[in-house]
């Protein structure tokens, strides 16, 4: 009996059973006031089309990136068409994930580090 014990106390340990940790389900919309986002999740990797609101139009942007445990980082870039004059065509979503998971509070910075700026997005419906 005291075998069997230990071989299920093994088992659990090398297998991670009862105190792994999984990224957040981020799959879905999440908005801010000039931001629509779409987050499509497969594990840890992630991909998001989002439009920021720009005059006249929406500046569309689209990434990849991942989410482990609460962080998340992508990697975007611009779509040339929709670039606003003077934008840099490349950066980074760096976020935290909320306790509740219905939040994403953290900072958008260009490539070259010369412009970063807050964001807030919340979970939102279709």
Request: aromatic residues 8%; proline residues 6%; contains cysteine.
């Amino acid at each position: 009996m005291k075998l069997l014990r230990i071989g299920i106390v093994l088992t659990l340990f090398f297998t991670g059973t009862g105190n792994a940790v999984y990224a957040a389900d981020l799959n879905g919309i999440w908005k801010s006031d000039s931001e629509t986002m779409i987050i499509h999740q497969d594990g840890t990797a992630l991909k998001i089309l989002c439009a920021v609101t720009y005059n006249p139009r929406p500046a569309i942007l689209y990434g990849e990136g991942t989410v482990h445990d609460n962080l998340v980082s992508v990697r975007f870039r611009f779509s040339p068409t929709t670039l606003p004059s003077g934008w840099e065509e490349r950066g980074t979503l760096t976020v935290i994930v909320s306790p509740d998971g219905n939040s994403l509070v953290g900072k958008w910075e260009t490539e070259s580090g010369s412009w970063s700026g807050p964001t807030t997005l919340k979970r939102g419906r279709p």
